[in-house]
T-cell receptor, first 110, second 112 residues
Framework: GQQLNQSPQSMFIQEGEDVSMNCTSS?????WLWYKQDPGEGPVLLIA?????ELTSNGRLTAQFGITRKDSFLNISASIPSDVGIYFC??????????FGPGTRLSVLP | DSGVTQTPKHLITATGQRVTLRCSPR?????VYWYQQSLDQGLQFLIQ???????AKGNILERFSAQQFPDLHSELNLSSLELGDSALYFC???????????FGPGTRLTVL
């Protein structure tokens, strides 16, 4: 079936730093979603992207739908301790159900 | 608060037992999805229902079954439980199959 890759798998950053992570697929996707999951909680939808090249912001978060439609990027600016968690990307390859990536685990050091 | 509710929040049971997890979708959402998340793992898609009918199946074991009722709430039944079934079980809902999914808070199942 369809698979998504997320990189990095995990990252440790200093508070105040900017963060970049990405999600790639071998197939073309029509929609990209980014979620954040706090420990023991359900994933929360951060940003939804619907068009190739689309750039969307939500506060300090910015996500982009890659031009090739095979990738998406999430950036977090000026990280704070509450940014800690697992970030999942999800996409649907046209007519099929959403596929979730394995996640990027973010740790923020004070 | 996503608007998706799940009960119970925690469940502790013994091997061989059967449990039922319940999910109420957001108001207006017709589609319900079930996911399993083992410790430090990603989300494993189990099954999807749309307006009462099974729409898609993922890696769901034969010991597991689900249904969606006329009021659109859904139940996930897990039987002959094994230690490896211990996990977080999430329900998500969406307006339609290709719409954004909104997740509930999850049910943490511990099998002893």
């Amino acid at each position: 079936g369809q698979q998504l890759n997320q990189s990095p798998q995990s990252m440790f950053i200093q508070e105040g730093e900017d963060v970049s992570m990405n999600c790639t697929s071998s197939s073309i996707f029509n929609t990209w979603l980014w979620y954040k999951q706090d420990p023991g909680e359900g994933p929360v939808l951060l940003i939804a992207l619907y068009k190739a090249g689309e750039l969307t912001s939500n506060g300090r978060l910015t996500a982009q739908f890659g031009i090739t439609r095979k990738d998406s990027f999430l950036n977090i600016s000026a990280s704070i301790p509450s940014d800690v968690g697992i970030y999942f990307c999800a996409g649907h390859p046209g007519g099929q159900n959403f596929v979730f990536g394995p996640g990027t685990r973010l740790s923020v050091l004070p | 608060d996503s608007g998706v509710t799940q009960t119970p929040k925690h469940l502790i049971t013994a091997t061989g037992q059967r449990v039922t997890l319940r999910c109420s979708p957001r108001s207006g959402d017709l589609s319900v999805y079930w996911y399993q998340q083992s410790l430090d793992q990603g989300l494993q898609f189990l099954i999807q229902y749309y307006n009462g009918e099974e729409r898609a199946k993922g890696n769901i074991l034969e010991r597991f079954s689900a249904q969606q009722f006329p009021d659109l709430h859904s139940e996930l039944n897990l039987s002959s439980l094994e230690l490896g079934d211990s996990a977080l079980y999430f329900c998500a809902s969406s307006v339609a199959t290709l719409s954004e999914q909104f997740f509930g808070p999850g049910t943490r199942l511990t099998v002893l």
